[in-house]
C-alpha cells in the first residue's frame, strides 16, 4: 500500500491530482484545512493524505501505458468509478490472455502466433474492430488491444459488474476499516475540550467541564481559561479529575500562585517621600478611590500627606479634590507643566505621601497622553498607578491598558467591585499586562468601601466560593 499526501489551493484540485497520480481507486484518510499561505499567493491550501494498494496503481499503470494519448486523456475525464470499470475490464483482458499464452507453450510457433492473433480478436470488444491478420508478426501486436471506438468501449464497460479477486477485496475491506479509525479519531479530537492536550489520554469529566464553564462565566479570557484547566488537569489523577471539590481546590491552587499582588502602601521610598499617580480613563472612579486612599493615609495611618491635580486642558469647572483637601486640612496644588509639579512636590516634601490625580485623556489622542507622560516624567520616582472599572467591557480595558502601558505603570487598581460578577476579568488584565493588582474599591463611600487586593479574595470571586 502507498500513502502520500497532496497539496493544492482547493479540494478539488487535490482530489483531481489524487485520481490522476493514484487512481480512481484511492481512498481518501484525512483532509487538512492549512492556514498558512500556499506558493507565491499566500492563500490557504488543503492538504489531503490518500492511500492507494500496490495493486490497484499498477493497474493503472499498466493500462495508460497502453492507451493511446487521446483516450488516456478521455479515461482521465471519467468519473472516478467508471474510469475504475475500465481499468478493471482492461485487467480482465490481460489475465485471460496470459492464461491462453500458458496453455499454447507447446504448440509450435506459427500456431501460437495465429492463436495470439485470434484472440487479440476476441479480445476486441467493438464489433467493428478489423481483426489483426494471422501473418502480422508478433513484434506488432499490442499487448492490450485498444478499440476503435473508445465512446462505446467505455460506455460497455461502465455498465459491466466486474469482480475482483479475493485479495483485492480483502484489502480494500481493511482500507475501508481504516479509513472508519481515522474518521473517529478526528470526531473524537474534535469532541474534545479545548482544555485538554491533544495527545491526553483522558477524557474530560463533568468536574473540569463545569469548573471550565464557571472560569469563562466569572470572566476569565479563554486562553487563560484553557492555560488553567490544562494545568489542573495535568496535576491531578483521574480520581480527582472526576472529584468537583478536588478540581475546585486545584483551580484555586492555581490562581492563588499565579495572581501577582502588591501592597499600595508599602514605603520603599528614600527620605520617606512616596508619591502616588493615578491615571485612567474617563468614568473609572479614579479621583474618587484617590480620596479614599489618601482619607485612610491621613486618618488611619496617621501619615503627612498633600494632594496634586495634573491639569493639561481647560479647567474642568467643580474641583472636587481641592473641597477634599480643605476638608482634611492637607496642601493641595494645581499644575499644567513639568516645571510647576516638580515645584509643587518640593513644596510638599514634609510630606510622607503625595497623591498626584491626573486627567483622562482620549484613547484617540497620542498628543494628549505623551504631554501627561512628559509631565510625570519629571519625577522619576512616582509610583503610577493604573485604574480600571470591573464593569467596563473587556475590549475597552484592553485598550484602556494598551494606551495608558505607554506611562509604564506599576499596579492595577480595580473600581466598582460591588457592581459587577465577572471578577475574571481582573485576573485576564493582570495576566495580560503582567502587573500585581494592588486594590479593590468596593463603594463610593470615602471613609470607606475599598480593600486592599488578595489572591485569596480574587480566586473565592472567581470560582463563587464566598
Known amino acids: 500500500m502507498q500513502v502520500k499526501k497532496f497539496e493544492a489551493p482547493t479540494l478539488q484540485e487535490a482530489l483531481d491530482t489524487i485520481k490522476r497520480e493514484l487512481g480512481p481507486e484511492a481512498i481518501i484518510l484525512q483532509t487538512k484545512q492549512n492556514r498558512r499561505g500556499f506558493g507565491l499567493m499566500s492563500k490557504g491550501s488543503v492538504e489531503?493524505?490518500?492511500?492507494?494498494?500496490?495493486?490497484?496503481?499498477?493497474?493503472?499503470?499498466?493500462?495508460?501505458?497502453?492507451?493511446?494519448?487521446?483516450?488516456?486523456?478521455?479515461?482521465?475525464?471519467?468519473?472516478?468509478?467508471?474510469?475504475?470499470?475500465?481499468?478493471?475490464?482492461?485487467?480482465?483482458?490481460?489475465?485471460?490472455?496470459?492464461?491462453?499464452?500458458?496453455?499454447s507453450t507447446n504448440q509450435n510457433y506459427n500456431n501460437q502466433k495465429k492463436r495470439t492473433a485470434v484472440r487479440y480478436a476476441d479480445i476486441e470488444d467493438d464489433e467493428?474492430?478489423?481483426?489483426?491478420?494471422?501473418?502480422?508478426?508478433?513484434?506488432?501486436?499490442?499487448?492490450?488491444?485498444?478499440?476503435?471506438?473508445?465512446?462505446?468501449?467505455?460506455?460497455?464497460?461502465?455498465?459491466s459488474k466486474s469482480e475482483g479477486n479475493s485479495a483485492l477485496r480483502e484489502e480494500i475491506e481493511n482500507l475501508k476499516r481504516l479509513v472508519e479509525e481515522l474518521k473517529a479519531n478526528i470526531s473524537r479530537d474534535r469532541n474534545k475540550p479545548d482544555f485538554l492536550d491533544s495527545d491526553s489520554p483522558f477524557a474530560a469529566t463533568d468536574a473540569l467541564q463545569e469548573a471550565y464553564e464557571v472560569l469563562l462565566h466569572s470572566g476569565v479570557e479563554k486562553r487563560f481559561?484553557?492555560?488553567?484547566?490544562?494545568?489542573?488537569?495535568?496535576?491531578?489523577?483521574?480520581?480527582a479529575r472526576a472529584d468537583r471539590e478536588s478540581v475546585l481546590d486545584a483551580i484555586a491552587d492555581r490562581l492563588l500562585k499565579q495572581t501577582e499582588i502588591k501592597n499600595f502602601f508599602e514605603n520603599t521610598s528614600v527620605n520617606n517621600l512616596v508619591l502616588h499617580a493615578f491615571i485612567g480613563a474617563s468614568g473609572v472612579g479614579k479621583t474618587t478611590l484617590l480620596a479614599k486612599l489618601a482619607t485612610h493615609?491621613?486618618?488611619?495611618?496617621?501619615?503627612?500627606?498633600?494632594?496634586?491635580?495634573?491639569?493639561?486642558?481647560?479647567?474642568?469647572?467643580?474641583?472636587?479634590?481641592?473641597?477634599?483637601?480643605?476638608?482634611?486640612?492637607?496642601?493641595?496644588?494645581?499644575?499644567?507643566?513639568?516645571?510647576?509639579?516638580?515645584?509643587?512636590?518640593?513644596?510638599?516634601?514634609?510630606?510622607?505621601?503625595?497623591?498626584?490625580?491626573?486627567?483622562?485623556?482620549?484613547?484617540?489622542?497620542?498628543?494628549?497622553?505623551?504631554?501627561l507622560s512628559n509631565i510625570l516624567s519629571v519625577a522619576p520616582q512616582i509610583k503610577k498607578h493604573l485604574v480600571l472599572s470591573c464593569t467596563t467591557r473587556d475590549f475597552e480595558n484592553q485598550e484602556q491598558a494598551?494606551?495608558?502601558?505607554?506611562?509604564?505603570?506599576?499596579?492595577?487598581?480595580?473600581?466598582?467591585?460591588?457592581?459587577?460578577?465577572?471578577?475574571?476579568?481582573?485576573?485576564?488584565?493582570?495576566?495580560?499586562?503582567?502587573?500585581?493588582?494592588?486594590?479593590?474599591?468596593?463603594?463610593?463611600?470615602?471613609?470607606?468601601?475599598?480593600?486592599?487586593?488578595?489572591a485569596e479574595r480574587l480566586a473565592a470571586s472567581i470560582l463563587n466560593i464566598l
Open 48 to 103: 489531503v493524505t490518500a492511500a492507494v494498494s500496490g495493486r490497484s496503481l499498477d493497474k493503472k499503470t499498466q493500462v495508460e501505458k497502453r492507451l493511446p494519448d487521446a483516450y488516456t486523456q478521455k479515461v482521465n475525464a471519467l468519473p472516478a468509478n467508471k474510469q475504475a470499470d475500465i481499468y478493471e475490464s482492461y485487467l480482465e483482458k490481460r489475465i485471460e490472455k496470459e492464461n491462453v499464452q500458458l496453455s
Open 225 to 239: 481559561a484553557v492555560q488553567i484547566m490544562r494545568e489542573t488537569a495535568r496535576n491531578l489523577n483521574i480520581e
Open 297 to 371: 493615609s491621613a486618618r488611619n495611618r496617621n501619615e503627612k500627606m498633600g494632594v496634586i491635580r495634573v491639569q493639561i486642558g481647560a479647567d474642568e469647572g467643580v474641583d472636587s479634590l481641592s473641597v477634599f483637601s480643605k476638608a482634611l486640612h492637607v496642601p493641595y496644588r494645581v499644575v499644567a507643566s513639568a516645571e510647576e509639579l516638580q515645584v509643587a512636590i518640593q513644596d510638599m516634601s514634609q510630606c510622607n505621601r503625595i497623591f498626584i490625580d491626573t486627567p483622562s485623556v482620549s484613547l484617540r489622542d497620542q498628543n494628549a497622553t505623551q504631554r
Open 128 to 159: 467493428n474492430t478489423v481483426a489483426a491478420e494471422s501473418t502480422v508478426s508478433e513484434e506488432t501486436i499490442p499487448r492490450f488491444a485498444v478499440p476503435s471506438r473508445i465512446d462505446s468501449a467505455m460506455e460497455s464497460y461502465s455498465n
Open 402 to 454: 494598551r494606551v495608558y502601558s505607554q506611562l509604564k505603570p506599576e499596579s492595577i487598581l480595580f473600581s466598582r467591585m460591588d457592581e459587577t460578577f465577572s471578577f475574571g476579568s481582573v485576573y485576564s488584565i493582570s495576566s495580560r499586562l503582567r502587573l500585581p493588582v494592588s486594590i479593590f474599591s468596593t463603594g463610593k463611600k470615602v471613609t470607606g468601601d475599598w480593600e486592599a487586593a488578595t
